[in-house]
């Protein structure tokens, strides 16, 4: 908290430097086909950005009503600036690095007022609160743009954790099923050795019989078949047993992953929520 109370009065002092340091500059511009004295600042921010919050900041001056890109001032509600003044017409200019803002202070008459015309207090505050409120505006926008990052960590960190969870899953159903299949193999090899026995103690009792060619040779072929069986099994058992095995040896690193993804995205969530907290506490001031 108190490496956050730093943070902030470092921004503060940033902006409050910066906006000690902008100049309020005058130049000529053409407005209604004649030149008349704009005052305008530069501020380093996006001229979209920049246009909706200029165009809130002066409704607290008048009536404000924008046409292409100008945004006019009208029923101006104040005299701090000037008794003379009747109406702002204003525009921001995208500079690509930086925008300008442009202001045209005109009379009744829609002429310029002349600089002894102007409060230059007033006109300091006018241009500077607008300085301090956009990149204030500006640190908000970054801080959320900030926070979705943090957000798009966690959900990366959410879908890490759903997957080490349904590897962990899929391991333990796989040890079940062959461990399943172990558990009938010794009922399936006795049940063909006992059969292949049954078969063999009858080609015995007809190799004695020299009439029963045609038998023996069905009987041997009995016997031979039961025997591949039998190896059939005992291969089938040995590869369950080592595809159990391997899954026995992997229980430990799919668990030990989980437990990483659930700590990844236990401190992802805790980024997020201190990123929140930054943004609320920047909008509190």
Do not use: C
């Not at 017409?89 to 803002?101: A, E, G, M, P, Y």
């Not at 959900?155 to 899953?169: F, I, M, S, T, Y």
């Amino acid at each position: 908290m108190k490496k956050q109370s730093i943070l902030a009065l470092a921004a503060f002092l940033f902006i409050s430097i910066n906006a000690l340091s902008q100049h309020i500059l005058k130049s000529d511009h053409i407005y209604d086909g004649r030149v008349l004295e704009t005052n305008y600042i530069f501020i380093r921010s996006d001229s979209k950005q920049l246009s909706k919050d200029w165009e809130t900041y002066l409704n607290k001056f008048g009536k404000v009503d924008e046409s292409k890109g100008e945004i006019t001032v009208t029923d101006i509600k104040t005299g701090e600036l000037s008794t003379y003044l009747d109406k702002m017409v204003s525009f921001i200019q995208d500079n690509k690095t930086f925008s300008t803002v442009n202001v045209l202070f005109l009379d009744e008459n829609d002429n310029t007022l002349a600089p002894a015309q102007i409060n230059q207090k007033e006109l300091e505050r006018f241009f500077y609160d607008f300085y301090d409120l956009a990149y204030f505006n500006e640190e908000v926008r970054m801080a959320e743009a900030d926070l979705e990052l943090a957000e798009d960590l966690m959900e990366v960190a959410k879908k890490d954790q759903g997957k080490a969870e349904r590897n962990l899953e899929a391991n333990l159903r796989a040890q079940e099923k062959l461990g399943k299949k172990l558990d009938k193999s010794p009922e399936e090899l006795s049940k063909v050795i006992s059969e292949k026995d049954e078969i063999f103690q009858e080609l015995l009792k007809s190799s004695m019989d020299t009439t029963a060619t045609e038998k023996n040779s069905e009987l041997k072929e009995e016997v031979e078949k039961k025997e591949k069986q039998l190896i059939k099994i005992k291969e089938k058992k040995d590869r369950d047993a080592d595809r159990l095995v391997k899954r026995e040896k992997e229980f430990p690193e799919l668990t030990e992953k989980l437990f990483e993804a659930r700590k990844t995205l236990e401190k992802a969530e805790q980024v997020v929520e201190s990123k929140k907290l930054v943004i609320q506490d920047l909008k509190k001031k």
